[in-house]
Nanobody
């Protein structure tokens, strides 16, 4: 089992910055990629960014150039630096990772943290 705990959400004005953190605990040796997803009211969950153990990052089109994902494998923590925030970035941001049990992928999710971008 892997337990994910997010922190760092809140209210920020347009153009501002926030940094989210997600710490993993439990059987962390088994986890692979880590990432962030978000879901706004009335919308489907969308990919924000993912990062491999080796540090290769991928981003959703809507956040490229503004958000940066990073990872500290020693601390089993993934970060999301969000700059130039826009009102449309308002959503619940959830941390994700997964592990393989044989051929079966097991996904783990954090409880989510609210990010609100508003003046």
């Amino acid at each position: 089992q892997v337990h994910l705990v997010e922190s760092g959400g809140g209210l920020v004005q347009p153009g501002g910055s926030l940094r989210l953190s997600c710490a993993a605990s439990g059987t962390v040796f088994s986890i692979s990629d880590m990432g962030w997803y978000r879901q706004a009211p009335g919308k489907e969950r969308e990919l924000v960014a993912t990062i491999t153990r080796g540090g290769r990052a991928d981003y959703g089109d809507s956040v490229k150039g503004r958000f940066t994902i990073s990872r500290d494998n020693a601390k089993n923590t993934v970060y999301l630096q969000m700059n130039s925030l826009k009102p449309e970035d308002t959503a619940v941001y959830s941390c994700n990772t997964y592990a393989w049990s044989g051929a079966r992928r097991i996904d783990y999710w954090g409880q989510g943290t609210q990010v609100t971008v508003s003046s």
